[in-house]
């Protein structure tokens, strides 16, 4: 699944790029997904007194509302993007003022010096109101998309690869860089998704048929705590794969 963010403050033009990049994936057949973050402390989709709003209330921790043409899952806490992800399953995710994930990043702007203050080594492209008055900024695209949409969706499918884990530096650096590095080395084209050793790994953990991924050193606590008890199992052979379903 690849990921990516549209990044810029309001009336930017943030929106009007995801909605004709979204037309543009879709029409080129990909299935898309979307994630709008909503900067604005009072939000809440429940509104006091609804029946909703009375469960959650009463103690329900996590709430469904069941329409005729939507499903509304309502959960009691802010998720991580990375848990939020785990409900997506789509060739693209699009997501709309999220800053915090380790994800390529498009920048939405009026003014170069908005652009300045939201520029790092994860954007690959500029786009927004900025677009009608500059073609190029600081060796980045700035690309329209009302009247070029496709040229920034095929740099998308160029540069946009599949989600890379965000682990601390100290829980795994064995790429030679830590998550968020490696990103950026892909965006120049200075290395390759395949570098993540993860691909690779040794032990594979899925809950609820999505993978999950673990950093080598729990990799290899899980591996040697299965092995100390399956090595004195009748019918274990070295070297063959160890399969555990619970």
Do not use: W
Not at 90 to 114: Q, R, S, W
């Amino acid at each position: 699944m690849k990921v990516f963010s549209v990044v810029g403050i309001t009336e930017s033009g943030k929106t009007t790029t995801i909605e004709n990049i979204i037309k543009e994936l879709r029409r080129r057949r990909y299935s898309v997904g979307s994630v709008k973050e909503i900067h604005f402390e009072q939000f809440a989709i429940d509104t006091e007194g609804s029946n909703t709003y009375r469960h959650k209330e009463a103690g329900s921790q996590l709430v469904t509302a069941r329409g005729y043409y939507e499903t509304d899952i309502l959960f009691q806490e802010k998720l991580s993007i990375d848990n939020i992800l785990k409900f997506y399953d789509h060739d693209f995710v699009v997501l709309e003022g999220v800053t915090d994930a380790n994800v390529p990043k498009i920048i939405t702007a009026h003014n170069e010096k908005e652009v300045l203050e939201r520029l790092d080594d994860m954007v690959f492209a500029i786009s927004g109101k900025l677009s009608n008055t500059l073609e190029e900024f600081e060796d980045l695209p700035v690309i329209n998309t009302i009247n070029n949409v496709e040229r920034l969706v095929d740099l998308i499918e160029e540069k946009v690869y599949d989600k890379l884990p965000d682990f601390p530096e100290e829980c795994c650096d064995k790429c030679g860089y830590n998550c968020r590095q490696l990103g950026a080395m892909i965006l120049k084209g200075q290395a390759k998704r395949e570098d993540c050793i993860l691909k690779d790994s040794k032990v594979k953990l899925q809950i609820d048929g999505k993978d999950i991924d673990i950093v080598p050193f729990v990799q290899n606590i899980l591996s040697n705590a299965v092995l100390g008890v399956v090595k004195e199992l009748e019918g274990y052979q070295k070297g063959r794969e160890i399969t555990i379903k619970i």
